[in-house]
């Protein structure tokens, strides 16, 4: 439910009208869980294998109940909400300048709070001392002060940002009764952003993560079906150390700064008679504290990628130095296994190595963009019944964030791929950016029947042909930037973040879009960085998104249409319509509504690189 209080006044003094108003928002969402408290179990080949020989079967793990993996949920708290509250003052002028000129201008202050959970069922990372890893950095922590030693202290985890003003000025100016420029700029925020569904919450430490996993690389299954579930505690853990082995929920302690974006533009319009219009802009916008996915905490140096394949030895339970690297505490090796985490060399060298994964925060917002366009449109009623219309922008796009909306949206081959350690790389053009865009819409009534050129008298003719209107809507755009991933050969550690991109260095389009074969694969592979070069220890200096671009975007629609009347207050249309009236082929995902879009295999390490998959 949401609560909402606001209000707005007018006052108009000679050639000012002023506005000002306010509003507050108490925002809140409630979540009831209770899945999976029966248990999820795997099955794989291992378990019935023999060690280090290819071979055993999963439906023969199934049969013989040997448990590769599994898991259950136990829900101690199972109702829980979310709340934010929400603040915005503004006030703004429209002053009639002189007869010719007119300035709007104003300021808004906008504030949102970071969200708490209702009775502070909620934990999240903290730089607190562990007493579970040997006293490393890096803690649960938990909302409130009633959990003694694992109390946070604050019931988020954010600093609250207060500095969201925002000032707004625009003008237009008549320099003649047919022309008229206009001009702007306003900085605009929104709100505090948490992505994915989740409303940025944790009950880490209230509800355990039971997981059960093998050993021996597999062939030891982690328990028989037979036997059921091994032992497991049900009790809550409110302790600094109970999210070791797994991965707390981080939000930034920065975070509550607002995404912001500042926009200005600058329009000549100009009249030509009656009958013409035409006008011409300059439109751009600057992106900052966008949601990203650039700054995990839990990250190796690529520096480290000359260590090879030591980073992916794995301590055994007790063992203290392996090829050289110590453990980083006594039992982390054991930790790690009981929750499902590989004590890895790798592992053994991060920050954190209680914790498994990147630790990227929840609301990170470090990402910006840049947007310059020109944008230009033209109509005009042609003699004859004919009306134009047509509009084309140029456009440039550029970000470092993951996409344009959120940070975790499923565009995993775009977000988090470049290491932190290599953050300039992060700029690229964004992945939804169209250079060109024009489209034209022409309408005409037929000259035919009463009061037309031809046919004009009352015969059957006449009636027949007249009062029909043919229409057309047409479009025609620039395709979407490509990016590519060395993905089967990449083999590196999880714990660096990264992806492995290769860098361009030919004509990467086997074909041309007006001439698509989809037996054929689309991309050369010999234009990329030779696969070999992707041993595990290179990351690649590829683009995150190329300028490589897809397939264009060709469409014309026809219609013709009449309309009946049947008396004053009853008729009906007659219509007939051709959607993509010249079949143009599109090459996109079919039925992609969120997420990567690849219709052509982007991998050059894979077999099948640039084959149809659309």
Same mark, same amino acid.
Request: aromatic share 12%.
């Given at each position: ?5 606001? =209000? ?17 928002? !108490?925002?809140?969402?409630?979540? %009831? ?28 793990? /199934? ?30 002028? &429209? ?21 708490? =959970? ?15 890893? +040997? ?22 985890? =954010? ?19 047919? &022309?008229?420029? %206009? ?5 605009? $925020? ?34 028989? /079906? ?30 509550? !700064?607002?995404?912001? &974006? ?26 900052? !504290? ?21 980073? *992916? ?52 917002? =470090? ?6 366009? /020109? ?8 003699? +004859? ?39 300039? %790389? ?29 046919? *004009? @008298?009352?015969?059957?003719?006449? !009636? ?20 590519? %991933? ?42 990329? &960085? ?52 010249? @079949?143009?082929? $599109? ?10 879009? /690849? ?16």
């Amino acid at each position: 439910p949401s609560h909402i209080v606001n =209000e707005l006044l007018t006052s108009v003094h000679g050639a000012h009208t002023i506005k000002f108003g306010g509003e507050f928002r !108490h925002l809140q969402q409630v979540w %009831r869980q209770n899945g999976n408290q029966s248990g999820t179990v795997n099955f794989t080949a291992g378990s019935t294998g023999l060690l280090a020989l290819p071979s055993g079967n999963p439906f023969a793990s /199934l049969l013989a109940g040997a448990v590769d993996n599994g898991g259950l949920n136990v829900w101690n708290v199972s109702h829980y909400g979310a709340e934010q509250h929400a603040f915005s003052v503004h006030a703004g002028d &429209t002053w009639k300048a002189t007869p010719k000129l007119t300035v709007n201008y104003g300021v808004r202050w906008d504030k949102f709070s970071p969200t708490w =959970e209702s009775n502070n069922y909620m934990s999240f990372f903290s730089f607190k001392d562990n007493p579970g890893a +040997g006293n490393l950095p890096g803690s649960l922590v938990f909302a409130g002060n009633n959990q003694g030693a694992a109390s946070a202290g604050v019931r988020y985890p =954010e600093n609250e940002w207060n500095g969201g003003f925002a000032p707004r000025v625009g003008l237009a100016y008549a320099v003649s009764d047919k &022309t008229v420029v %206009r001009a702007g700029y306003g900085l605009f $925020y929104t709100q505090a952003f948490y992505p994915g569904w989740g409303g940025g919450m944790s009950l880490d430490g209230f509800n355990p993560s039971i997981g059960f996993g093998d050993s021996l690389a597999g062939y030891q299954p982690s328990f028989y /079906l037979d036997s059921g579930f091994p032992a497991y505690s049900k009790s809550e853990n409110i302790s600094l150390s109970a999210d070791n082995g797994h991965s707390p929920l981080y939000r930034p302690a920065y975070a509550n !700064h607002l995404s912001n &974006t500042q926009q200005w533009n600058l329009t000549i319009e100009h009249k030509f008679g009656q009958k013409g219009f035409a006008s011409v802009a300059y439109v751009a916008s600057k992106g900052t !504290h966008l949601p990203s996915q650039m700054q995990p905490l839990n990250v190796l140096n690529p520096s480290l990628l000359s260590m090879g394949s030591t980073l *992916n030895a794995v301590f055994q339970p007790g063992q203290q130095i392996l090829d050289g690297v110590s453990a980083p505490y006594a039992g982390w090796a054991q930790q790690l296994l009981s929750g499902g985490c590989s004590p890895s060399v790798a592992q053994a060298l991060v920050a954190f190595p209680q914790f498994c994964g990147g630790l990227t925060g929840e609301n990170e917002n =470090e990402g910006t963009s840049h947007y310059n366009s /020109l944008q230009a449109k033209w109509g005009r009623n042609l003699s +004859g019944g004919l009306y134009v219309e047509a509009n084309y922008t140029y456009s440039h796009l550029t970000t470092d964030a993951s996409s344009t909306t959120q940070a975790t949206a499923e565009y995993g081959g775009i977000g988090a791929v470049i290491s932190p350690y290599q953050g300039s %790389r992060n700029m690229s053009i964004s992945p939804d950016d169209i250079a060109h865009v024009a489209s034209i819409m022409a309408v005409y009534d037929v000259p035919f029947g009463k009061g037309k050129q031809f046919l *004009n @008298n009352e015969g059957l003719l006449g !009636h027949v042909l007249g009062g029909w209107t043919l229409a057309t809507t047409m479009k025609f755009t620039s395709g979407m930037p490509y990016y590519f %991933r060395d993905s089967q050969v990449c083999g590196l550690p999880s714990q660096f973040q990264a992806a492995c991109i290769p860098a361009i260095t030919g004509n990467v389009l086997a074909q041309s879009w007006g001439n698509v074969d989809v037996n054929k694969p689309m991309f050369n592979a010999s234009a990329f &960085t030779p696969v070999s070069a992707f041993n595990g220890t290179y990351l690649g200096t590829g683009p995150r998104v190329s300028d490589v671009r897809g397939s264009p975007y060709r469409d014309v629609n026809i219609s013709l249409s009449r309309k009946f009347m049947v008396k004053e207050r009853l008729g009906f249309e007659l219509r007939a319509e051709a959607f993509n009236a010249f @079949n143009a082929h $599109y090459f996109t995902c079919d039925g992609e509504a969120f997420g990567d879009c /690849l219709p052509f295999n982007p991998d050059p390490s894979s077999a099948s690189f640039g084959v149809w998959n659309g």
